[in-house]
T-cell receptor, first 110, second 113 residues
Framework: DQQVKQNSPSLSVQEGRISILNCDYT??????FLWYKKYPAEGPTFLIS?????DKNEDGRFTVFLNKSAKHLSLHIVPSQPGDSAVYFCAARDDYKLSFGAGTTVTVRA | EAGVTQFPSHSVIEKGQTVTLRCDPI?????LYWYRRVMGKEIKFLLHFVKESKQDESGMPNNRFLAERTGGTYSTLKVQPAELEDSGVYFCASSQGVYEGQFFGPGTRLTVL
């Protein structure tokens, strides 16, 4: 049973515009949510996170929003840059264990 | 500081053969995790070591998979005998504390023919 879902496998956005990535989850026990970024032939690298007691966390161009009642989170990247082209994974933590979504491939067009 | 390293980066084997993947965590990280991503799907948890002890191996697919962590340093994941469905990318991650951020290695891409 997949507890974290990213329903959009891909996203194409023009450079300078906003990228919005979405993620849904089912497990109410998740206490922390994370976004990882992955380039080809590399492992996932941590991008930004949010505690379940907050609804927003911002770090530079990256903002994560959490809607607990809807069991939904999103990642906003503004403005999008060519170096942002990568696969983005949503992850959720229950105790120490991370559950990941299937990833969204973002392509930033010049 | 060196990151998490994994060896080999790629492995192609025949069904029925044995393969051993290796992970070297970041020095000083007591927690080591194995994950797997199959066919572009989600990254799935396999197991968790604290030092040399297995804390949780609930994600291990079956008894063809054996993980060890000798002396609480590097870890190996052996698949014996390998089946076609074992193909995928195997990631290792490590963290200092159990609730601290996990750092991932580049992965080993396993192809079983």
């Amino acid at each position: 049973d997949q507890q974290v879902k990213q329903n959009s496998p891909s996203l194409s956005v023009q450079e300078g515009r906003i990228s919005i990535l979405n993620c849904d989850y089912t497990n109410s026990m998740f206490d922390y949510f994370l976004w990882y970024k992955k380039y080809p032939a590399e492992g996932p690298t941590f991008l930004i996170s949010i505690s379940s007691i907050k609804d927003k966390n911002e770090d530079g161009r990256f903002t994560v929003f959490l809607n607990k009642s809807a069991k939904h989170l999103s990642l906003h990247i503004v403005p999008s840059q060519p170096g942002d082209s990568a696969v983005y994974f949503c992850a959720a933590r229950d105790d120490y264990k991370l559950s990941f979504g299937a990833g969204t491939t973002v392509t930033v067009r010049a | 500081e060196a990151g998490v390293t994994q060896f080999p980066s790629h492995s192609v084997i025949e069904k029925g053969q044995t393969v051993t993947l290796r992970c070297d965590p970041i020095s000083g990280h007591d927690n080591l995790y194995w994950y797997r991503r199959v066919m572009g799907k989600e990254i799935k948890f396999l197991l968790h070591f604290v030092k040399e002890s297995k804390q949780d191996e609930s994600g291990m697919p079956n008894n063809r998979f054996l993980a060890e962590r000798t002396g609480g340093t590097y870890s190996t994941l052996k698949v014996q005998p390998a089946e076609l469905e074992d193909s995928g990318v195997y990631f290792c991650a490590s963290s200092q504390g159990v609730y601290e951020g996990q750092f991932f290695g580049p992965g080993t891409r396993l192809t079983v023919l």
